[in-house]
């Protein structure tokens, strides 16, 4: 079974970059399509990027498309979140998830990392 660890959060000034890490154990990602979701206080976990099993494809949400960047190193068992131009409203818990289906609803990956916290500061 996956198990996935997210780090490289942490707190930031807007404007900053910060680049996240999802670690894969117990298994390997190579099948899997790979995507991160992000829940702020108060609100319900939204999707932010997933990449393809080989990743040529990547999709983002709007809000984000532009200054982040998915990418994964299978051969490392990894996948990242490149985030630059980071604003208030990035701040977040960011999850990483592996699933079976190339789709933006978390719904359809079948394991999840534990979080990681991204504070944004003016």
């Known amino acids: 079974q996956v198990q996935l660890v997210e780090s490289g959060g942490g707190l930031v000034q807007a404007g900053d970059s910060l680049r996240l890490s999802c670690a894969a154990t117990?298994?390997?990602?190579?099948?899997?399509?790979m995507g991160w979701f992000r829940q702020a206080p108060g609100k319900e976990r939204t999707f932010v990027a997933i990449?393809?099993?080989?990743?040529?494809?990547?999709v983002y949400t709007d809000s984000v498309e532009g200054r982040f960047t998915i990418s994964r190193d299978n051969s490392k068992n990894t996948v990242y979140l490149q985030m630059n131009s980071l604003k208030l409203e990035d701040t977040a818990v960011y999850y990483c998830a592996a699933g079976p289906l190339f789709r933006d609803d978390g719904n359809d990956y079948s394991y999840w990392g534990q979080g990681t916290q991204v504070t944004v500061s003016s």
């Open positions: 990449v393809s099993v080989g990743g040529g494809a990547r």
């Open positions: 117990g298994g390997t990602i190579r099948s899997y399509v």
